[in-house]
Protein backbone atom coordinates (compact mmCIF):
# COMPACT_ATOMS: atom_id res chain seq x y z
CA UNK A 1 0.00 0.00 0.00
CA UNK A 2 2.95 2.29 0.93
CA UNK A 3 4.35 1.75 -2.88
CA UNK A 4 1.03 2.10 -4.11
CA UNK A 5 0.35 5.78 -2.31
CA UNK A 6 4.45 7.07 -2.69
CA UNK A 7 3.31 6.22 -6.90
CA UNK A 8 0.18 8.02 -6.31
CA UNK A 9 2.14 11.15 -5.91
CA UNK A 10 3.38 11.83 -9.56
CA UNK A 11 -0.29 11.85 -10.31
CA UNK A 12 -0.25 15.44 -8.54
CA UNK A 13 0.88 17.59 -11.48
CA UNK A 14 -1.92 16.03 -13.99
CA UNK A 15 -5.05 16.17 -11.37
CA UNK A 16 -7.06 18.00 -14.60
CA UNK A 17 -6.49 15.89 -17.22
CA UNK A 18 -7.30 12.91 -14.77
CA UNK A 19 -10.53 14.73 -13.66
CA UNK A 20 -10.98 15.11 -17.59
CA UNK A 21 -10.44 11.56 -18.60
CA UNK A 22 -12.75 10.50 -15.64
CA UNK A 23 -15.30 12.64 -17.00
CA UNK A 24 -14.47 11.36 -20.22
CA UNK A 25 -15.21 7.70 -18.61
CA UNK A 26 -18.59 8.40 -16.89
CA UNK A 27 -19.74 9.84 -20.51
CA UNK A 28 -17.86 6.86 -22.18
CA UNK A 29 -20.37 4.03 -19.49
CA UNK A 30 -23.30 6.40 -20.01
CA UNK A 31 -23.54 5.75 -23.90
CA UNK A 32 -22.41 2.82 -23.35
CA UNK A 33 -25.52 1.61 -21.26
CA UNK A 34 -27.74 3.72 -23.82
CA UNK A 35 -26.41 1.80 -26.66
CA UNK A 36 -27.31 -1.87 -24.57
CA UNK A 37 -30.20 -0.47 -23.84
CA UNK A 38 -31.37 0.29 -27.50
CA UNK A 39 -29.47 -3.31 -28.73
CA UNK A 40 -32.15 -4.23 -26.15
CA UNK A 41 -35.11 -2.74 -27.32
CA UNK A 42 -34.34 -3.22 -31.16
CA UNK A 43 -33.97 -7.02 -29.97
CA UNK A 44 -37.85 -6.89 -28.84
CA UNK A 45 -38.65 -4.67 -31.18
CA UNK A 46 -37.70 -7.38 -33.73
CA UNK A 47 -39.45 -10.26 -31.81
CA UNK A 48 -42.37 -8.01 -31.23
CA UNK A 49 -42.32 -7.94 -27.56
CA UNK A 50 -41.70 -4.49 -26.85
CA UNK A 51 -43.58 -3.18 -24.02
CA UNK A 52 -43.19 1.02 -23.64
CA UNK A 53 -46.62 1.34 -22.60
CA UNK A 54 -46.29 -1.20 -19.38
CA UNK A 55 -44.25 0.63 -17.48
CA UNK A 56 -45.03 2.71 -14.08
CA UNK A 57 -43.62 6.43 -15.45
CA UNK A 58 -42.82 7.32 -11.74
CA UNK A 59 -40.00 4.81 -11.50
CA UNK A 60 -36.64 5.20 -12.81
CA UNK A 61 -36.80 2.21 -14.83
CA UNK A 62 -40.35 3.41 -16.30
CA UNK A 63 -39.12 7.07 -16.93
CA UNK A 64 -35.76 5.55 -19.13
CA UNK A 65 -38.40 3.56 -21.35
CA UNK A 66 -40.54 6.56 -21.52
CA UNK A 67 -37.69 8.52 -23.07
CA UNK A 68 -36.74 5.69 -25.37
CA UNK A 69 -40.34 5.74 -26.47
CA UNK A 70 -40.37 8.96 -27.11
CA UNK A 71 -37.07 9.21 -29.03
CA UNK A 72 -38.09 5.81 -31.40
CA UNK A 73 -41.88 7.18 -31.74
CA UNK A 74 -44.31 5.24 -31.64
CA UNK A 75 -44.98 4.55 -35.25
CA UNK A 76 -44.88 0.91 -37.05
CA UNK A 77 -42.44 -1.42 -36.29
CA UNK A 78 -39.97 -0.69 -39.43
CA UNK A 79 -40.42 2.92 -38.14
CA UNK A 80 -39.17 2.33 -34.48
CA UNK A 81 -36.47 0.08 -36.21
CA UNK A 82 -35.10 3.17 -38.03
CA UNK A 83 -35.19 4.83 -35.74
CA UNK A 84 -33.14 2.76 -33.45
CA UNK A 85 -30.29 1.80 -35.85
CA UNK A 86 -29.98 5.92 -35.88
CA UNK A 87 -29.88 6.38 -32.35
CA UNK A 88 -27.62 3.28 -31.84
CA UNK A 89 -24.92 4.63 -34.42
CA UNK A 90 -25.50 7.62 -32.35
CA UNK A 91 -24.51 6.18 -29.56
CA UNK A 92 -21.86 4.16 -30.38
CA UNK A 93 -20.38 7.31 -32.49
CA UNK A 94 -20.29 9.22 -28.37
CA UNK A 95 -19.22 6.24 -26.69
CA UNK A 96 -16.12 5.78 -28.91
CA UNK A 97 -15.47 9.27 -28.99
CA UNK A 98 -15.35 9.63 -25.17
CA UNK A 99 -13.25 6.05 -25.10
CA UNK A 100 -10.48 7.68 -27.20
CA UNK A 101 -10.68 11.15 -25.18
CA UNK A 102 -10.16 8.83 -21.57
CA UNK A 103 -7.49 6.95 -23.38
CA UNK A 104 -5.39 10.01 -24.73
CA UNK A 105 -5.34 11.70 -21.47
CA UNK A 106 -4.89 8.62 -19.57
CA UNK A 107 -1.72 7.71 -21.83
CA UNK A 108 -0.10 11.29 -21.61
CA UNK A 109 -0.83 10.78 -18.04
CA UNK A 110 1.32 7.68 -17.33
CA UNK A 111 3.64 8.43 -19.91
CA UNK A 112 4.64 11.03 -17.84
CA UNK A 113 4.65 9.77 -14.73
CA UNK A 114 6.93 7.06 -16.30
CA UNK A 115 9.43 9.63 -17.85
CA UNK A 116 9.18 11.32 -14.43
CA UNK A 117 10.29 8.52 -12.74
CA UNK A 118 12.97 7.46 -15.05
CA UNK A 119 14.54 10.83 -14.54
CA UNK A 120 14.08 11.02 -11.35
CA UNK A 121 15.83 7.47 -10.81
CA UNK A 122 18.70 8.65 -13.14
CA UNK A 123 19.05 12.41 -11.03
CA UNK A 124 18.94 10.19 -7.31
CA UNK A 125 21.80 8.27 -8.24
CA UNK A 126 24.02 10.71 -10.13
CA UNK A 127 23.63 12.32 -6.47
CA UNK A 128 24.66 9.21 -4.91
CA UNK A 129 28.07 8.85 -3.54
CA UNK A 130 31.09 6.72 -5.07
CA UNK A 131 29.73 4.16 -1.48
CA UNK A 132 26.72 3.44 -3.75
CA UNK A 133 28.05 2.43 -6.99
CA UNK A 134 30.67 0.29 -4.72
CA UNK A 135 28.33 -1.67 -3.73
CA UNK A 136 25.77 -2.03 -6.14
CA UNK A 137 26.36 -3.63 -9.48
CA UNK A 138 26.42 -1.21 -12.79
CA UNK A 139 23.71 -3.81 -14.37
CA UNK A 140 21.24 -4.36 -11.22
CA UNK A 141 21.01 -0.34 -11.79
CA UNK A 142 20.20 -0.40 -15.46
CA UNK A 143 18.46 -3.26 -14.94
CA UNK A 144 16.21 -0.75 -12.43
CA UNK A 145 16.59 1.58 -15.32
CA UNK A 146 15.52 -0.01 -17.79
CA UNK A 147 13.21 -3.23 -16.84
CA UNK A 148 11.54 -2.45 -13.91
CA UNK A 149 10.41 0.85 -14.91
CA UNK A 150 9.28 -0.14 -18.03
CA UNK A 151 7.67 -3.07 -16.10
CA UNK A 152 5.26 0.01 -14.06
CA UNK A 153 4.56 1.53 -18.02
CA UNK A 154 2.99 -2.03 -18.72
CA UNK A 155 1.01 -2.16 -14.98
CA UNK A 156 0.49 1.62 -15.90
CA UNK A 157 -1.07 1.13 -19.54
CA UNK A 158 -3.07 -2.24 -19.11
CA UNK A 159 -4.40 -0.95 -15.28
CA UNK A 160 -5.01 2.79 -15.04
CA UNK A 161 -6.96 2.81 -18.56
CA UNK A 162 -8.80 0.30 -16.61
CA UNK A 163 -9.29 1.29 -13.63
CA UNK A 164 -10.53 4.50 -14.62
CA UNK A 165 -12.70 3.22 -17.96
CA UNK A 166 -13.90 0.10 -16.93
CA UNK A 167 -14.45 0.49 -12.88
CA UNK A 168 -16.67 3.59 -14.36
CA UNK A 169 -18.41 1.32 -16.92
CA UNK A 170 -18.66 -1.52 -14.29
CA UNK A 171 -20.37 0.68 -11.75
CA UNK A 172 -22.98 2.43 -14.38
CA UNK A 173 -23.85 -1.43 -15.61
CA UNK A 174 -24.26 -2.71 -12.15
CA UNK A 175 -26.89 0.31 -11.67
CA UNK A 176 -28.73 -0.10 -14.29
CA UNK A 177 -28.66 -4.17 -13.33
CA UNK A 178 -29.88 -3.03 -9.76
CA UNK A 179 -32.94 -0.65 -11.76
CA UNK A 180 -34.10 -3.84 -13.60
CA UNK A 181 -33.88 -6.38 -10.98
CA UNK A 182 -32.44 -5.59 -7.16
CA UNK A 183 -32.74 -9.68 -6.22
CA UNK A 184 -30.67 -10.86 -9.57
CA UNK A 185 -28.29 -8.15 -9.18
CA UNK A 186 -27.56 -8.87 -5.15
CA UNK A 187 -27.17 -12.56 -6.21
CA UNK A 188 -24.66 -11.66 -8.86
CA UNK A 189 -22.67 -9.39 -6.20
CA UNK A 190 -22.64 -12.35 -3.63
CA UNK A 191 -20.19 -14.30 -6.06
CA UNK A 192 -17.53 -11.32 -6.51
CA UNK A 193 -15.90 -11.54 -3.01
CA UNK A 194 -15.37 -15.04 -4.05
CA UNK A 195 -13.54 -13.87 -7.45
CA UNK A 196 -11.51 -10.88 -5.44
CA UNK A 197 -10.01 -13.28 -3.20
CA UNK A 198 -8.70 -16.12 -5.75
CA UNK A 199 -7.53 -13.10 -8.05
CA UNK A 200 -5.95 -11.12 -4.99
CA UNK A 201 -4.25 -14.89 -4.16
CA UNK A 202 -2.99 -14.86 -7.53
CA UNK A 203 -1.67 -11.11 -7.76
CA UNK A 204 0.22 -11.80 -4.07
CA UNK A 205 1.79 -14.72 -5.94
CA UNK A 206 2.78 -12.93 -9.30
CA UNK A 207 4.23 -10.05 -7.36
CA UNK A 208 6.59 -12.26 -5.53
CA UNK A 209 7.36 -14.35 -8.51
CA UNK A 210 8.06 -10.88 -10.70
CA UNK A 211 10.80 -9.58 -7.52
CA UNK A 212 12.28 -12.72 -7.75
CA UNK A 213 12.59 -12.01 -11.84
CA UNK A 214 13.82 -8.84 -11.15
CA UNK A 215 16.41 -9.50 -9.38
CA UNK A 216 17.06 -12.10 -11.99
CA UNK A 217 17.34 -10.33 -14.59
CA UNK A 218 19.30 -7.77 -13.16
CA UNK A 219 21.77 -10.19 -12.61
CA UNK A 220 22.24 -11.49 -15.35
CA UNK A 221 22.27 -7.83 -17.11
CA UNK A 222 25.52 -7.48 -14.51
CA UNK A 223 26.71 -10.80 -15.68
CA UNK A 224 26.71 -9.94 -19.37
CA UNK A 225 28.16 -6.76 -18.99
CA UNK A 226 31.24 -7.97 -17.11
CA UNK A 227 32.04 -10.74 -20.03
CA UNK A 228 31.18 -7.95 -23.04
CA UNK A 229 33.92 -5.42 -21.52
CA UNK A 230 36.03 -7.87 -20.56
CA UNK A 231 35.93 -9.92 -23.98
CA UNK A 232 39.40 -9.81 -24.71
CA UNK A 233 39.98 -11.72 -21.55
CA UNK A 234 37.47 -14.19 -22.46
CA UNK A 235 38.59 -14.82 -25.77
CA UNK A 236 42.22 -14.54 -24.72
CA UNK A 237 41.73 -17.55 -22.29
CA UNK A 238 39.12 -19.36 -24.47
CA UNK A 239 36.59 -18.73 -22.04
CA UNK A 240 33.71 -18.31 -24.74
CA UNK A 241 31.91 -21.99 -24.46
CA UNK A 242 32.14 -22.01 -20.53
CA UNK A 243 30.43 -18.30 -20.84
CA UNK A 244 28.18 -19.13 -22.77
CA UNK A 245 27.29 -21.97 -21.13
CA UNK A 246 26.53 -20.18 -17.68
CA UNK A 247 24.91 -17.38 -19.56
CA UNK A 248 22.33 -20.39 -20.65
CA UNK A 249 21.59 -22.13 -16.97
CA UNK A 250 21.37 -17.91 -15.61
CA UNK A 251 18.94 -17.54 -18.52
CA UNK A 252 17.16 -20.51 -18.25
CA UNK A 253 16.33 -20.15 -14.43
CA UNK A 254 15.38 -16.85 -15.57
CA UNK A 255 12.84 -18.49 -18.16
CA UNK A 256 11.58 -20.65 -15.24
CA UNK A 257 10.71 -17.69 -13.19
CA UNK A 258 8.88 -15.44 -15.78
CA UNK A 259 7.05 -18.92 -17.22
CA UNK A 260 5.64 -19.67 -13.24
CA UNK A 261 5.16 -16.20 -13.82
CA UNK A 262 3.09 -16.44 -16.66
CA UNK A 263 1.40 -18.94 -15.67
CA UNK A 264 -0.07 -17.72 -12.40
CA UNK A 265 -1.12 -14.60 -14.96
CA UNK A 266 -2.99 -17.14 -17.09
CA UNK A 267 -5.78 -18.11 -14.75
CA UNK A 268 -6.94 -14.51 -13.85
CA UNK A 269 -8.68 -14.67 -17.12
CA UNK A 270 -10.39 -18.05 -16.89
CA UNK A 271 -11.40 -18.05 -13.17
CA UNK A 272 -13.35 -14.64 -14.45
CA UNK A 273 -14.56 -16.34 -17.55
CA UNK A 274 -15.75 -19.56 -15.19
CA UNK A 275 -17.45 -17.93 -12.69
CA UNK A 276 -19.17 -15.50 -15.15
CA UNK A 277 -20.47 -18.25 -17.13
CA UNK A 278 -21.55 -19.99 -13.95
CA UNK A 279 -23.41 -17.14 -12.80
CA UNK A 280 -24.80 -16.43 -16.44
CA UNK A 281 -26.47 -20.02 -16.97
CA UNK A 282 -27.36 -19.70 -13.31
CA UNK A 283 -29.34 -16.66 -14.14
CA UNK A 284 -30.87 -17.62 -17.08
CA UNK A 285 -32.33 -20.60 -15.28
CA UNK A 286 -33.86 -18.58 -12.42
CA UNK A 287 -34.73 -15.31 -14.48
CA UNK A 288 -36.25 -17.51 -16.87
CA UNK A 289 -38.98 -19.33 -14.72
CA UNK A 290 -39.26 -15.67 -13.08
CA UNK A 291 -40.35 -14.54 -17.04
CA UNK A 292 -41.95 -17.64 -17.78
CA UNK A 293 -43.50 -19.40 -15.22
CA UNK A 294 -43.89 -16.72 -12.30
CA UNK A 295 -44.51 -13.75 -14.13
CA UNK A 296 -42.65 -11.23 -11.91
CA UNK A 297 -40.30 -9.91 -14.60
CA UNK A 298 -41.02 -9.17 -18.48
CA UNK A 299 -39.72 -10.59 -21.16
CA UNK A 300 -37.94 -6.82 -22.14
CA UNK A 301 -36.58 -6.42 -18.62
CA UNK A 302 -35.11 -9.80 -18.92
CA UNK A 303 -33.84 -9.44 -22.20
CA UNK A 304 -32.00 -6.53 -21.32
CA UNK A 305 -30.58 -8.06 -17.97
CA UNK A 306 -29.17 -10.42 -19.46
CA UNK A 307 -27.68 -7.88 -22.49
CA UNK A 308 -26.24 -5.81 -19.43
CA UNK A 309 -24.53 -8.79 -17.49
CA UNK A 310 -22.85 -10.36 -20.51
CA UNK A 311 -21.24 -6.69 -21.25
CA UNK A 312 -20.07 -6.34 -17.97
CA UNK A 313 -18.25 -9.87 -17.83
CA UNK A 314 -15.98 -8.13 -20.27
CA UNK A 315 -14.31 -5.40 -18.20
CA UNK A 316 -15.02 -7.60 -15.23
CA UNK A 317 -12.51 -9.63 -16.94
CA UNK A 318 -10.34 -6.85 -17.86
CA UNK A 319 -10.34 -5.60 -13.94
CA UNK A 320 -9.03 -8.42 -12.81
CA UNK A 321 -6.43 -9.44 -15.08
CA UNK A 322 -5.55 -5.37 -14.51
CA UNK A 323 -5.09 -6.36 -10.17
CA UNK A 324 -2.62 -8.80 -11.52
CA UNK A 325 -0.32 -6.57 -13.83
CA UNK A 326 -0.46 -4.11 -10.98
CA UNK A 327 1.32 -6.35 -8.88
CA UNK A 328 3.75 -6.71 -11.38
CA UNK A 329 3.94 -2.78 -11.23
CA UNK A 330 4.27 -2.67 -7.53
CA UNK A 331 7.22 -5.13 -7.17
CA UNK A 332 9.16 -3.20 -10.18
CA UNK A 333 8.06 0.15 -7.87
CA UNK A 334 9.57 -1.63 -4.77
CA UNK A 335 12.82 -2.71 -6.21
CA UNK A 336 13.17 1.32 -7.69
CA UNK A 337 12.26 2.89 -4.36
CA UNK A 338 14.53 0.74 -2.42
CA UNK A 339 17.26 1.51 -4.93
CA UNK A 340 16.53 4.93 -4.02
CA UNK A 341 16.23 4.89 -0.64
CA UNK A 342 19.73 3.75 0.08
CA UNK A 343 21.21 5.58 2.51
CA UNK A 344 24.27 6.77 0.31
CA UNK A 345 23.07 10.50 -0.99
CA UNK A 346 25.26 13.20 -0.41
CA UNK A 347 24.55 16.15 2.40
CA UNK A 348 22.21 19.15 1.66
CA UNK A 349 24.67 21.74 0.51
CA UNK A 350 21.84 24.16 -0.08
CA UNK A 351 23.26 26.24 2.37
CA UNK A 352 26.90 25.73 2.26
CA UNK A 353 29.41 28.25 0.77
CA UNK A 354 31.43 28.32 -2.41
CA UNK A 355 34.96 28.91 -2.74
CA UNK A 356 36.06 30.74 -6.27
CA UNK A 357 39.50 30.07 -5.62
CA UNK A 358 42.63 28.42 -4.23
CA UNK A 359 45.28 30.66 -2.60
CA UNK A 360 46.98 29.35 0.22
CA UNK A 361 47.15 25.55 1.08
CA UNK A 362 44.57 21.98 1.63
CA UNK A 363 45.12 20.82 4.80
CA UNK A 364 44.65 17.30 6.25
CA UNK A 365 44.08 16.92 10.01
CA UNK A 366 43.53 14.23 11.85
CA UNK A 367 41.54 12.33 8.62
CA UNK A 368 40.48 8.59 9.55
CA UNK A 369 38.08 6.93 6.70
CA UNK A 370 36.76 3.40 6.40
CA UNK A 371 34.62 1.84 3.72
CA UNK A 372 32.05 1.22 6.19
CA UNK A 373 31.05 1.42 9.72
CA UNK A 374 32.01 -1.75 11.21
CA UNK A 375 35.04 -2.29 8.71
CA UNK A 376 38.71 -1.49 9.10
CA UNK A 377 40.13 1.89 8.62
CA UNK A 378 42.04 2.26 5.01
CA UNK A 379 43.00 5.77 6.00
CA UNK A 380 44.20 6.55 10.24
CA UNK A 381 44.95 10.22 11.58
CA UNK A 382 46.31 11.68 8.03
CA UNK A 383 47.89 14.93 8.93
CA UNK A 384 48.98 16.46 5.60
CA UNK A 385 49.85 20.36 4.75
CA UNK A 386 49.90 20.85 0.78
CA UNK A 387 51.05 24.75 0.03
CA UNK A 388 49.60 26.16 -3.27
CA UNK A 389 52.28 25.49 -6.05
CA UNK A 390 53.80 22.48 -4.72
CA UNK A 391 54.37 19.22 -6.34
CA UNK A 392 53.56 16.09 -4.07
CA UNK A 393 53.60 12.40 -5.02
CA UNK A 394 51.96 9.94 -3.13
CA UNK A 395 53.95 6.57 -2.91
CA UNK A 396 53.77 3.15 -1.43
CA UNK A 397 52.94 -0.59 -1.79
CA UNK A 398 49.08 -1.27 -3.65
CA UNK A 399 46.48 -1.07 -0.58
CA UNK A 400 48.06 1.78 1.03
CA UNK A 401 45.38 3.87 0.91
CA UNK A 402 47.07 6.40 -1.84
CA UNK A 403 44.08 6.66 -4.64
CA UNK A 404 41.08 7.03 -1.08
CA UNK A 405 43.08 9.85 -0.01
CA UNK A 406 42.59 11.59 -3.33
CA UNK A 407 39.37 10.50 -4.21
CA UNK A 408 38.39 11.73 -0.17
CA UNK A 409 39.93 15.42 -1.94
CA UNK A 410 37.35 15.55 -4.34
CA UNK A 411 34.53 14.61 -2.24
CA UNK A 412 33.93 11.26 -3.03
CA UNK A 413 32.98 9.92 -0.27
CA UNK A 414 32.67 11.34 3.21
CA UNK A 415 35.33 11.01 6.13
CA UNK A 416 34.87 9.44 9.34
CA UNK A 417 36.46 11.89 11.86
CA UNK A 418 38.93 14.62 10.98
CA UNK A 419 38.63 17.09 8.53
CA UNK A 420 40.03 18.69 5.09
CA UNK A 421 40.38 22.35 4.74
CA UNK A 422 41.67 24.31 1.61
CA UNK A 423 42.73 27.94 2.19
CA UNK A 424 41.28 27.52 5.83
CA UNK A 425 37.58 26.72 4.59
CA UNK A 426 36.49 23.05 6.44
CA UNK A 427 34.92 20.72 3.51
CA UNK A 428 31.74 20.74 5.75
CA UNK A 429 31.13 24.04 5.32
CA UNK A 430 31.70 24.14 1.12
CA UNK A 431 29.81 23.26 -1.46
CA UNK A 432 31.04 19.85 -2.93
CA UNK A 433 30.60 21.77 -6.65
CA UNK A 434 32.63 24.64 -5.96
CA UNK A 435 35.20 22.08 -4.43
CA UNK A 436 35.37 19.94 -7.17
CA UNK A 437 35.67 23.10 -9.82
CA UNK A 438 39.27 23.41 -8.68
CA UNK A 439 40.20 19.83 -9.15
CA UNK A 440 41.05 18.45 -12.15
CA UNK A 441 41.71 14.76 -12.11
CA UNK A 442 43.57 12.33 -14.84
CA UNK A 443 43.50 8.52 -13.56
CA UNK A 444 45.19 5.65 -14.53
CA UNK A 445 42.18 4.02 -16.86
CA UNK A 446 41.05 7.22 -18.71
CA UNK A 447 37.38 7.38 -18.55
CA UNK A 448 35.94 8.63 -22.28
CA UNK A 449 33.01 8.65 -23.81
CA UNK A 450 31.27 7.74 -27.06
CA UNK A 451 31.29 10.61 -28.77
CA UNK A 452 33.11 12.75 -30.56
CA UNK A 453 36.82 14.06 -29.67
CA UNK A 454 35.49 17.43 -29.27
CA UNK A 455 32.74 16.83 -26.56
CA UNK A 456 35.04 14.35 -24.98
CA UNK A 457 37.91 17.45 -24.54
CA UNK A 458 35.45 19.87 -23.38
CA UNK A 459 33.05 17.48 -21.25
CA UNK A 460 32.34 19.61 -17.91
CA UNK A 461 33.49 22.82 -19.70
CA UNK A 462 30.80 25.13 -21.45
CA UNK A 463 31.06 27.98 -23.61
CA UNK A 464 34.78 26.56 -25.34
CA UNK A 465 36.37 27.98 -28.52
CA UNK A 466 37.60 25.96 -31.46
CA UNK A 467 40.78 27.86 -31.08
CA UNK A 468 40.68 26.78 -27.11
CA UNK A 469 40.61 22.98 -27.88
CA UNK A 470 42.97 22.82 -30.50
CA UNK A 471 45.40 24.73 -28.17
CA UNK A 472 44.67 21.82 -25.37
CA UNK A 473 45.52 18.81 -27.48
CA UNK A 474 48.52 20.75 -28.47
CA UNK A 475 49.75 20.64 -24.95
CA UNK A 476 48.50 17.27 -24.62
CA UNK A 477 50.28 16.30 -27.88
CA UNK A 478 47.42 14.50 -29.32
CA UNK A 479 46.83 17.38 -31.96
CA UNK A 480 49.12 15.56 -34.53
CA UNK A 481 46.78 12.35 -34.52
CA UNK A 482 43.91 13.94 -34.94
CA UNK A 483 44.71 15.96 -37.76
CA UNK A 484 45.51 12.74 -39.38
CA UNK A 485 42.00 11.93 -39.23
CA UNK A 486 38.82 12.28 -41.54
CA UNK A 487 36.90 13.84 -38.89
CA UNK A 488 39.46 15.37 -37.47
CA UNK A 489 37.68 16.61 -33.66
CA UNK A 490 33.81 15.44 -35.01
CA UNK A 491 35.32 11.59 -34.51
CA UNK A 492 33.48 9.05 -32.70
CA UNK A 493 36.13 7.47 -30.21
CA UNK A 494 34.09 4.38 -29.64
CA UNK A 495 32.70 3.03 -26.28
CA UNK A 496 35.34 3.65 -23.22
CA UNK A 497 37.72 5.18 -25.99
CA UNK A 498 38.06 1.75 -27.84
CA UNK A 499 39.05 3.13 -30.97
CA UNK A 500 42.23 4.95 -29.54
CA UNK A 501 45.63 3.80 -28.26
CA UNK A 502 46.07 3.54 -23.95
CA UNK A 503 48.32 6.71 -24.94
CA UNK A 504 46.20 8.41 -27.13
CA UNK A 505 43.25 8.23 -24.33
CA UNK A 506 45.51 9.39 -21.23
CA UNK A 507 46.58 12.65 -23.40
CA UNK A 508 42.83 13.46 -24.51
CA UNK A 509 42.07 13.04 -20.78
CA UNK A 510 44.80 15.39 -19.85
CA UNK A 511 43.36 17.78 -23.17
CA UNK A 512 40.07 17.45 -21.05
CA UNK A 513 42.25 18.59 -17.96
CA UNK A 514 43.73 21.37 -19.49
CA UNK A 515 40.30 23.16 -20.59
CA UNK A 516 39.03 22.84 -17.62
CA UNK A 517 42.14 24.90 -16.46
CA UNK A 518 42.17 24.02 -12.52
CA UNK A 519 44.45 25.46 -10.26
CA UNK A 520 44.39 22.31 -8.17
CA UNK A 521 45.74 19.07 -10.34
CA UNK A 522 45.43 15.31 -9.58
CA UNK A 523 47.21 12.29 -11.56
CA UNK A 524 46.14 8.62 -9.88
CA UNK A 525 49.32 6.82 -11.37
CA UNK A 526 48.80 8.29 -14.82
CA UNK A 527 51.27 6.90 -16.83
CA UNK A 528 51.57 3.49 -15.31
CA UNK A 529 49.99 1.23 -17.96
CA UNK A 530 52.01 2.67 -20.81
CA UNK A 531 54.84 1.70 -23.16
CA UNK A 532 57.85 3.41 -22.64
CA UNK A 533 56.96 5.44 -26.22
CA UNK A 534 53.31 6.09 -25.16
CA UNK A 535 54.96 7.18 -21.38
CA UNK A 536 56.94 9.77 -23.13
CA UNK A 537 54.56 11.53 -25.11
CA UNK A 538 52.51 11.61 -22.49
CA UNK A 539 54.62 12.79 -19.39
CA UNK A 540 55.92 15.39 -21.89
CA UNK A 541 51.98 16.46 -21.71
CA UNK A 542 51.75 16.34 -17.88
CA UNK A 543 55.20 18.45 -17.64
CA UNK A 544 53.00 21.01 -20.04
CA UNK A 545 50.26 21.00 -17.55
CA UNK A 546 51.71 21.13 -14.26
CA UNK A 547 53.33 24.97 -14.97
CA UNK A 548 51.98 26.48 -12.25
CA UNK A 549 49.69 24.33 -10.89
CA UNK A 550 49.38 22.87 -7.04
CA UNK A 551 50.08 18.97 -8.17
CA UNK A 552 49.12 15.80 -6.13
CA UNK A 553 50.29 12.84 -7.86
CA UNK A 554 50.57 9.08 -6.99
CA UNK A 555 53.14 7.58 -8.30
CA UNK A 556 53.69 3.98 -9.38
CA UNK A 557 57.54 4.38 -10.46
CA UNK A 558 59.45 5.99 -7.99
CA UNK A 559 61.60 7.40 -10.48
CA UNK A 560 58.99 9.73 -11.76
CA UNK A 561 59.17 11.85 -8.44
CA UNK A 562 62.86 12.36 -7.95
CA UNK A 563 62.10 15.85 -9.04
CA UNK A 564 58.84 16.48 -6.52
CA UNK A 565 58.81 18.76 -3.83
CA UNK A 566 57.49 16.61 -1.04
CA UNK A 567 57.31 12.75 -1.21
CA UNK A 568 54.21 11.40 1.50
CA UNK A 569 54.88 7.87 1.73
CA UNK A 570 51.93 5.89 3.08
CA UNK A 571 51.38 1.83 4.54
CA UNK A 572 48.55 0.48 5.71
CA UNK A 573 46.67 3.61 5.70
CA UNK A 574 48.98 5.60 7.73
CA UNK A 575 51.41 8.25 6.86
CA UNK A 576 55.55 6.76 7.18
CA UNK A 577 57.25 9.36 5.56
CA UNK A 578 57.28 12.82 4.68
CA UNK A 579 60.19 14.46 2.41
CA UNK A 580 62.09 15.36 -0.87
CA UNK A 581 63.89 12.47 -2.54
CA UNK A 582 67.28 13.06 -1.52
CA UNK A 583 66.36 13.52 2.16
CA UNK A 584 64.36 10.06 2.35
CA UNK A 585 67.03 8.28 0.59
CA UNK A 586 69.08 9.80 3.31
CA UNK A 587 66.84 8.48 6.19
CA UNK A 588 67.40 4.82 4.95
CA UNK A 589 64.04 4.56 5.96
CA UNK A 590 60.80 2.89 4.34
CA UNK A 591 61.36 4.89 1.23
CA UNK A 592 64.85 4.10 0.86
CA UNK A 593 63.70 0.46 0.75
CA UNK A 594 61.21 0.72 -1.59
CA UNK A 595 63.47 2.68 -3.81
CA UNK A 596 66.16 0.25 -3.93
CA UNK A 597 63.91 -2.22 -4.26
CA UNK A 598 62.34 -1.65 -7.34
CA UNK A 599 65.79 0.13 -8.47
CA UNK A 600 67.40 -3.41 -8.43
CA UNK A 601 64.26 -4.46 -10.38
CA UNK A 602 64.76 -2.03 -13.33
CA UNK A 603 68.39 -2.99 -13.60
CA UNK A 604 68.03 -6.77 -13.41
Not at 314 to 343: C, H, V, W, Y
Not at 403 to 419: K, M, Q, V
Not at 533 to 553: F, G, H, P, W
Request: aromatic share 12%; net charge positive; with cysteine.
Amino acid sequence: MKTLIRLGGFFKPYKFILLISIIASVLYGLFNAASLWIVGTLIANLFGSSTFDNYDIDSLIGKINYFFSNLISSGSQIEQLKMICIFLFITFLFKNIFYYINWVSVSYIQLNIIKNLRNKFYSKIQQFSLQFFDKNKTGEILSIMLNDINWIKVAFNKSLQVFINELISILILVYMLFLISPILTLLILCTVPISAFLILKISQSIKRKVKRASLKIADISSYAEEKIIGIKIVKAFNMAKNEISNFFNENHKFFQLEFRHQRLYGLTTPINDIIGVTLGVFLLWYGGQEVLIYNKMSSDDFMRFIIFLFAMLQPARKLGNSIATIQTGLASAERLFEMTDQPFTKLNEENLGRINGFKKKIQIKNLNFSYSKNSKNILSNINLTIKKGEKVALVGSSGSGKTTLTSLLLRFYNYNNGDITIDDKSYNEINTKSVRNLIGLVTQEPILFNDTIKNNITYGSENIKDKQIEEAAQIAKIDDFISSLDLKYETIIGERGSLLSGGQKQRLSIARAIIKNPPILVFDEATSSLDSQSEKKVQEAIDNLVKDRTVIMIAHRLTTVKNVDKIVVLEEGSIKEIGSHEELLNKNGYYSKLYNIQFRENNE
